[in-house]
């Protein structure tokens, strides 16, 4: 088997640890690997090129992706995707391992539909396969088909982080802080940070909020500082909505809690720092431990036709068709903005459902 690894869509920590697990655990296997720098972009543009052992050193504690990632509109057209299978074939590659999040396993699932159309349509084997095995990569954790995506536990160890240094400076001037985390259509990041972080309040898409969530939040605000507590946090989840829909800006949170409490209140919005910097042994692990996956399960059944992605579920690896992961986490999405949060819950699958 000859094995193209790529990263694609957003970067996350501990996608370096992911292709390191491909590249190297391919070379065991006797497959010959090659990598393709940023995303689908460098397979359109032919930017592909062999790795070997120690090409992938000294990457595993770094964050972002050594390989580069983009997104691709050219890869988004069938004439683009033509490009890019004929950059494979000409260095003979039957085997692609993607990294990435939902959009980019969506392209995966995409181009191994068509891969025998674009073979026969450029002159060669109408029967050929490509073989294809997602990784989940995407900080936000909002994959159907596994508990836990690559990057997201570093993204809420810096979560975490942020509202330990925000707690002594909140402490001392007896303030409240207000943290905005990433999220768009996913809460995990918001709801656990808020669990490690000890917030008072956490605002999430996956909530169904009624017409009064304000004064509950700010009841339960009020009571933890009569209860003594010198500072509270209050996290917001970037894809939190009102009933009606409309986004939960954190600013009017913010503002809402000053002027109803009379108290001191600050906004701090993340950002980007959550993707930034070197992913956590939880990371690193994951990651490596679905990069051997994803190539044993080529090597182990190489008559197969392989379109799954791989991912670990109650601590076990384990395959889903991307078909269904990418059904799946968009149709979270759907439920979401229809206001269905019993269903996106359901169809969620990850293990902050307990
Ligand atoms: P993520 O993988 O982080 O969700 P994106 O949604 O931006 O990031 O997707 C990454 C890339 O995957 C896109 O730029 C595009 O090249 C490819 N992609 C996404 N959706 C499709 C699709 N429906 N068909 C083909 N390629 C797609």
Redesign the pocket.
Known sequence: MRIAVLT???DAPGMNAAVRAVVRRSLVKGFSVFGVWN??QGMVDGEIRPLGWHDVGGIINKGGTFLGTA??ED??RYEGRREAVKHLLEHGINALVVI?????L??AY?LANEWADHVRELGGDGDSVLHVVGLPG?IDNDLYGTDMSIGADTALNHIVRAMDDLSSTAASHQRTFVVETMGRHCGYLALMAGLAGGASWVLIPEEELDMRWHNKMIEAIAKAREAGRPHQMVVVAEGARHADGLPIQSKEVCDLISKRLNINTRLTVLGHVQRGGAPTAFDRILATRLGVAAVDFLAENPEARHCHMVGLRENRIVFTHLEEVVQKSKAVVEELEKGNYQKALELRGTSFRN
């Not at 990435?100 to 980019?104: A, N, T």
């Open positions: 694609s869509g957003g995303g689908y997104r691709s890869f988004k990435g999040g939902d959009g980019s969506t392209g995409v995407s």
